[in-house]
């Protein structure tokens, strides 16, 4: 199965967020968050308001990355990794046993599969915005560039021999 990891380019993250993802680890969009939440998106701000208009919510940290790149889950890792989603639910979101937090956790996957149809080493990132009392997402796909697009326009020659001299 196809899913998203934590890339991270640098430590900006770090910064930017509350509690920043790790790098590799799995991401999903993280957006019941939000949902969830006890504090309207509209009433965040600092690192939080990062989070909500730009993060990943990593499943290990449950930290943010801003980008997240499409890879291959083992099959050994789906189910640790949407169990430990659904334990959460039930410790941090008040889900009334693991059944019905499995539940939102296998939604939760199978919304994160659905972005990942673009090419292994696909690069994602998202913006959500609170437009008339609902949160709405878009994804970004960042493509590697082809070779004409980023080939140099100078190119240093070291200077030739004045034939005069």
Sequence with gaps: MRFLRALRLDDSDESVYPRAAEAGEWVVPGTFVFNFGERDPTHLDGGERSAFRHGFLGLTSFG?????????????????????????????????????AMTEARQEFEFCESLCTPDINTVLSLQRDFVDGEIREAFRVHRPKSEWESAPVFRMEPDEKDPAS
């Design 64 to 100: 943010w990355s801003t980008l997240a790149v499409v890879v291959e889950m083992p099959t050994t890792e789906q189910r640790q990794v949407l169990e430990r989603l659904a334990h959460h639910f039930v410790d941090q979101y008040g889900a009334p046993d693991m059944a019905a």
